[in-house]
């Protein structure tokens, strides 16, 4: 990159602001194991949903039924539910966080990364809401924006940043939101990454599956690309 934050001086500024970023997020070391179970717990919720045809033919009335039911339903199971259900607020929070940017961040990168999430992650929500009505499953309700406590009900999923957390990053600017800001969104996005890889390996619907890869794709990148910001490489 070619701009402010890429040359030596300005890294050097932001790995030594994230000094004041990462004190919010030592205080949550211990909660590191925690949302892991937690994102286990998540993929726990799921089943492959194809239990107890084996004993019908075909032509069986039960074996039709079902068959019409999983078409109807988008041939899905609990973890997609799950995985769905999880996503939403995740997303909504990544989103709150890149929407803070653009006025307080003061490196270009940052600001077009916060695009980036943005513009990603907005039609996944919509994306995930319409398949949760199709199931006819809840959808997440969305909280207003400064609402940092209504957060609080997701805080075991993996990655899901604190009420304080919220409300500290709001408070920085420049370099120290920078830092901050890039620091938090790695651990967000390796949550988000964590819930991805669980709903391939156990969800149904193919749909959310594709998703679930494009979704752990594109973040695992996006951490790369926020690790060198920070000068990790």
């Known amino acids: ?33 925690v949302t892991a179970v937690a994102g286990l717990a998540l ?4 089943g492959d949903g194809d239990g107890g045809h084996g004993g019908h033919g075909a032509s069986s009335p039960s074996a039709a039924s079902s ?35 653009p006025d307080r961040a003061g490196s ?4 077009d ?16 809401s319409g398949w949760l009505e ?3 499953e809840d959808v997440p309700r969305e909280t207003p924006g400064a609402d940092h406590s209504a957060h609080s009900g997701h805080s075991g999923m993996p990655g899901m ?8 990053l709001e408070k920085a600017s420049g370099k120290a939101f920078d830092a901050m ?6 651990e967000h996005h390796e949550g988000a990454v964590e819930m991805a890889r669980t709903e391939k390996a156990e969800g149904r619907h193919g749909p959310a599956k594709k998703l679930a890869g494009a979704i752990a794709t594109a973040q695992t990148e996006e951490i790369a690309e926020m690790n060198k910001l920070l000068g990790k490489d």
């Open 161 to 168: 940043m604190s009420e304080e957390d919220m409300a500290e």
């Open 1 to 33: 990159m070619t701009s402010d934050i890429r040359n030596t001086s300005e890294t050097s500024d932001i790995r030594n602001t994230s000094d004041t970023g990462i004190r919010t997020l030592a205080r949550r070391a211990a909660l590191v194991a």
């Open 181 to 186: 800001f890039l620091t938090m969104m790695i």
């Open 134 to 136: 199709t199931w006819g």
């Open 43 to 46: 993929a726990a919720c799921g």
């Open 67 to 101: 068959a019409s039911a999983d078409a109807t339903a988008g041939a899905h199971n609990a973890q997609d539910v799950a995985f769905a259900q999880g996503m939403i607020p995740h997303h909504r929070q990544a989103l709150e966080m890149a929407r803070l940017a």
């Open 108 to 111: 270009a990168e940052v600001k």
């Open 113 to 128: 990364l916060a695009r980036r999430i943005e513009k990603a992650q907005d039609p996944e929500i919509r994306t995930m």
